[in-house]
């Protein structure tokens, strides 16, 4: 098959206006295929070479491209820009160009011939590479004709800009190899759990519908990822999801699509399908070591995690290390965690049709849980203040808020859809403190690996002087340096009591118990509510009292005050209201 038929119906589609004439003029594109070049001509419809996920950078800047149509028209480099600057675009310029240079020459070259050219284009790297490259794309415009020059040089520089969805090639294949469009969301469904077009379009040549309907996801093909509906009311949450859900705590990172191949390679998607596994080298060990299967398919949230403390870290610490530091040393400062929520397919089965409950099971199998490879918390809800409690649970740990899950039989994985089968319930106002507070150390926690031996977090505590009392807002781990930690267990010796000391007022355990006297300053992110922690307990809400989110420590303690002058309770709440009447998103 000549290129030429492709360009031909390039520019008929970039004449056309209205979706069916489209479909209609794609239709006789991919009628007029041979069954073996169908996957490349769809990749070319939507402008690539390859699937997407596949990454093929054919790495054309626009310079190079110029330069290589100077070389096969003869044209100096600079009445090249000048033509540019008059058409306005380099595919219409080289048109042009190839139109005065070559004439009306005879289309000679094929689809195969172009789409292999252009591998090799992209496969060039290296010293020399850039020449290399100039040189095929140049011997290809020597031998096109100049429509086929437009397209070329639009399709390498990345600029084709067809205005055709994915979606609407789907039409056309549905046209062409069952009669009718009705039978297209088979066809989505098949690209949505490969995400990949040639694939789809083979198998419907091949095999017809039947066969893509039996086409199971496969490591290393990218699923289209799951996503969440949104709604406030938990109690209109549970209408539906039909009276009971799993509440799974929604995490604060970046999602992540983990796939192992038979080789044993790892490789981890975002959730558009980019390729992130250079960048996460600590997630792939994590899963070299934890994830049973062979083969598999696995989603989990990549959050800031500080194992040692148990604590969640706010996500932008990784982002923001691994920018400024690069990755080795973000891996080491800031650690992370992986909570996994899905398992999509092990060893030659595929699950995305299973129920949600079957998959979860599947998922805990699957996994052998660390310190760093965790599930996502999750549990089970059948009414709205148990909902509503598990929320708040789940805000007082750090996440943000809660993912619902449906768990009747009909609960499958809906690759690429944002349907009513997760629901999401976030706090739609932020309370974020710019000041500092002061808290008083008044528990401990063990810590665990790193941290072994000292303590890994303390339990902070704001004053209330009505009460006398020193009212818990929750605990930190996170801003001490090595020494102040390895420091930390013989500075609040002196302060160890057998039991919680009775001007303490805490709904949660401690390792240690210290008498209220030590000072330090601390930096929250936000103010949260929350049904374990007493500072301003009742005041907004009966059953519920304040706690910080994303404590750390700046270093500083506060010698200079006794536990009586650290922030009060009533300050605390005083700072969430006021944060919460100036929302900042
Ligand atoms: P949103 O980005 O607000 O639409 O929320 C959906 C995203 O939440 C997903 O794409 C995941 O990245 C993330 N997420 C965090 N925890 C979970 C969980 N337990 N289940 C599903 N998605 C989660």
């Not at 044209?75 to 310029?93: F, I, S, Y």
């Not at 859900?245 to 975002?270: N, P, S, V």
């Not at 240690?512 to 992110?525: C, D, N």
Request: hydrophobic share 45%; net charge negative; charged share 25%.
């Amino acid at each position: 098959m000549k290129y030429q038929v492709v360009a031909a119906a390039y520019r008929d589609l970039e004449q056309a206006s209205g979706r069916l004439i489209l479909i209609d003029r794609l239709a006789v594109l991919l009628a007029q295929t041979p069954e073996e070049l169908l996957p490349k001509v769809c990749y070319l419809c939507q402008g690539l070479v390859a699937p997407e996920f596949a990454a093929v950078d054919l790495g054309l800047a626009e310079k190079l491209a110029l330069r290589a149509v100077a070389t096969a028209t003869g044209v100096e480099p600079v009445e090249v820009v000048a033509a540019v600057r008059e058409a306005g675009d380099l595919g219409q310029a080289a048109e042009q160009l190839l139109a005065a240079t070559a004439g009306e020459r005879e289309p000679s070259l094929h689809v195969d011939t172009v789409v292999d050219t252009l591998h090799e284009i992209a496969r060039a790297g290296g010293s020399g590479s850039q020449g290399r490259k100039l040189g095929l794309l140049a011997d290809l415009l020597a031998l096109a004709t100049p429509l086929e020059a437009r397209y070329l040089l639009r399709l390498v520089t990345g600029n084709l800009r067809l205005g055709i969805g994915t979606p609407t090639i789907l039409d056309a294949l549905a046209q062409v190899y069952t009669g009718s469009r009705k039978d297209r969301p088979v066809l989505e469904r098949a690209y949505n759990i490969c995400c990949d077009l040639g694939l789809v379009a083979a198998t419907l040549a091949s095999g017809g519908l039947t066969a893509v309907q039996k086409l199971q996801v496969r490591a290393g093909n990218p699923v289209r990822v799951m996503l969440a509906q949104r709604l406030s009311d938990a109690g209109e949450i549970l209408t539906r999801l039909g009276g009971q859900c799993m509440a799974e705590y929604k995490y604060d990172g970046m999602r992540l699509q983990a796939h192992r191949t038979a080789d044993g390679h790892i490789e981890l998607f975002t959730r558009r399908q980019e390729r992130v596994s250079s960048q996460f080298p600590d997630v792939v060990e994590l899963l070299q070591t934890g994830l049973g299967p062979r083969e598999a398919i696995l989603e989990g949230e990549v959050v800031a995690y500080d194992a040692a403390a148990g604590e969640l870290r706010p996500f932008q610490e990784v982002m923001f290390r691994r920018r400024k530091h690069g990755i080795a040393e973000a891996a080491r400062d800031v650690p992370i965690g992986l909570f996994c929520f899905e398992l999509l397919y092990a060893d030659g089965e595929d699950f995305t049709g299973l129920p949600y409950l079957e998959r979860r099971t599947r998922l805990a199998d699957a996994i052998t849980l660390s310190d760093r490879l965790r599930l996502t918390t999750a549990m089970e809800v059948a009414t709205a203040p148990a909902l509503d409690a598990a929320f708040e649970q789940a805000v007082a740990d750090g996440s943000e808020g809660l993912v619902c899950k449906a768990t009747g039989s009909t609960a499958i994985y809906q690759a690429g859809a944002r349907g009513w089968l997760w629901i999401k319930l976030k706090r739609d106002y932020r309370t974020e403190l710019a000041d500092t507070v002061d808290l008083v150390v008044v528990g401990a926690y063990a810590g665990r690996g790193r941290r072994r031996g000292t303590y890994g977090a303390v339990l902070l505590a704001a004053y209330n002087p009505d009460a006398e009392l020193y009212q818990t807002v929750g605990r930190c781990g996170t801003g001490f340096s090595d020494a102040e930690l390895a420091a930390l267990p013989a500075r609040l010796a002196p302060l160890i009591r057998a039991e919680r000391p009775a001007r303490v007022d805490s709904r949660v355990p401690a390792d240690v118990w210290f008498e209220p006297s030590l000072v330090l300053e601390v930096l929250s992110a936000e103010l949260t509510l929350s049904p374990n922690h007493t500072a301003g307990w009742g005041q907004l809400k009966d059953d519920g009292g304040l706690s910080m989110r994303f404590p750390r420590f700046t270093g500083r303690w506060r010698d200079d005050k006794e536990p009586q002058d650290a922030t009060t309770s009533q300050q605390l709440v005083e700072l969430y209201r006021t944060a919460r009447r100036a929302p900042a998103d």
